[in-house]
Structure formats: structure tokens, C-alpha cells
């Protein structure tokens, strides 16, 4: 290994930092798919039609 202490610390701590980031954003993402999951169920429980809330999201109907 050609990685001297110092250098092995901050590659560490590179990844590290990385691992957070991609788990907040993880969180992030989980919460806003709830979120929205909820918001499509409540358009589609006061009647509107899954056509015009599939537009709405930017998403095939058959995946509301």
C-alpha cells in the first residue's frame, strides 16, 4: 500500500462524508415518494381522473 496515514485518513473521511450525503438524500427521496404516494391517493379519492393526475406527475397511469 502506497497510501501514507495521513492520506488513508482523508480518503476515509471522503468516504464517509460520501456515505452521509448518499443516506440524507436517501431519507430525502423516501419522504418525498410518501409524500407523493399520499398526494395521488387523495387527488384520486376525490374523483379526479388517474389520466389528469398521471399528466400531473409525469408518470404512466398505470403506475399511480
Same mark, same amino acid.
Given at each position: 500500500m502506497n497510501v501514507s496515514e495521513v492520506e488513508t485518513r482523508?480518503?476515509?473521511?471522503?468516504v464517509r462524508k460520501a456515505s452521509e450525503q448518499a443516506r440524507s438524500?436517501?431519507?430525502?427521496?423516501?419522504?418525498a415518494a410518501a409524500a407523493r404516494a399520499d398526494a395521488v391517493l387523495?387527488?384520486?379519492?376525490?374523483?379526479?381522473?388517474?389520466?389528469?393526475i398521471?399528466?400531473? =406527475? =409525469?408518470?404512466h397511469r398505470n403506475r399511480l
Open positions: 482523508e480518503l476515509l473521511a471522503a438524500t436517501h431519507e430525502t427521496m423516501t419522504a387523495v387527488a384520486m379519492d376525490a374523483g379526479l381522473p388517474r389520466e389528469q398521471a399528466e400531473t =406527475s =409525469s408518470t
